[in-house]
């Protein structure tokens, strides 16, 4: 199984016109990830040819050449002519609220928002919007989803890890394909960037609960960042409803003390929000810590190879 996102999910893209669209939207079809429109008001009616080379897991099931994917005006069109179900965003940032919106009111399970630097008020909006109608939203300001062998919507590598049983769930993009490729021996069910912003759509309890609930993932693995009390948070729900084991990383260990670094949300205040911080309070629930990726991945490896 996998969480969120599998093989049946029919992507729209909106944005797929623009250069991020087009240039991801090829990746996504190349996966074998099921794309099924585009949106553009301006290009309603059009179509864009894509030129496939098929690689990952699905590349020897996959033809390669050209696929033409149609464009509508809206999302509700989209929905209502492919059965869509889920969309990926790739619109500037000025313009992202209003996407989101469009993809809740049409009413899609999944929206994943790839677009970064969205105005707060903005992103504050349209979460709650989403939330209150029951539609989840991975990111902003995040990579995707991606089951492996399955479906890939967002900006995630494909070609790094085939399908295994560890659950990864991480705040950032370019730590989550690392960690990936440490562990593409091993395989996972699903890989989410949840994104590093400090409001997001689904958070570390979210994906800790989804794994929980999934029978193939036999092992969580968990990526955070020095900011916030998101880790601290999801230590609590642990402890109280986490029978899995949880091996964690959490990004700042060596971050100079008043700096802000990376991304929105790694904000420390005193000693809240230090890595040391998020580290206690994790291993005070049982997860086991490492200090860097390759050593969160050497512990992920022995507990497995343990069960």
């Excluded at 869509?84 to 899609?108: M, R």
């Excluded at 490492?290 to 069960?307: F, L």
């Amino acid at each position: 199984m996998s969480i969120f996102l599998n093989e049946n999910s029919k992507i729209i893209v909106q944005g797929m016109t623009g250069s991020e669209g087009r240039k991801h939207t090829t990746r996504m079809l190349a996966y074998g990830t099921k794309i099924v429109a585009g949106t553009n008001p301006k290009k309603a009616g059009t179509s864009i040819d894509f030129d496939i080379t098929p690689y990952g897991p699905l590349a020897e099931q996959l033809q390669g050449g050209t696929v033409s994917i149609p464009v509508y005006g809206t999302v509700a069109e989209a929905k209502a002519a492919t059965g869509a179900n889920t969309s990926v965003i790739f619109v500037p940032p000025v313009a992202a609220k209003g996407a989101i919106l469009e993809a809740v009111d049409a009413g899609l399970d999944l929206v994943v928002v790839i677009t970064e630097h969205i105005p707060v008020q903005d992103a504050n909006f349209a979460l709650a919007y989403a939330r209150e109608r029951g539609v989840r939203v991975i990111g902003p300001n995040c990579p995707g989803i991606i089951s492996p062998g399955k479906s890939n919507v967002g900006i995630t590598p494909g070609d790094i890890t085939p399908r295994g049983h560890l659950g990864l769930v991480s705040k950032s993009g370019t730590l989550t394909y690392q960690m990936m490729y440490e562990l593409r021996d091993l395989g996972f069910t699903t890989c989410i960037g949840i994104g590093g912003d400090p409001i997001i759509g689904t958070t570390h309890i979210d994906a800790l609960a989804a794994f929980e609930q999934d029978p193939e993932t036999k092992l969580i693995v968990m990526i955070g960042e020095i900011g916030g009390d998101a880790e601290e948070r999801a230590a609590a729900y642990i402890k109280e409803h986490v029978t899995k084991p949880v091996v964690a990383y959490v990004a700042g260990f060596t971050a100079p003390e008043g700096k802000t670094m990376g991304h929105a949300g790694a904000i420390v205040s005193g000693s809240s929000g230090t890595a040391a911080a998020k580290k206690e309070a994790l291993e005070a629930v049982g997860v086991k810590v490492g200090k860097t990726p390759s050593e969160t991945a050497r512990i992920a490896r022995e507990i497995m190879s343990a069960r």
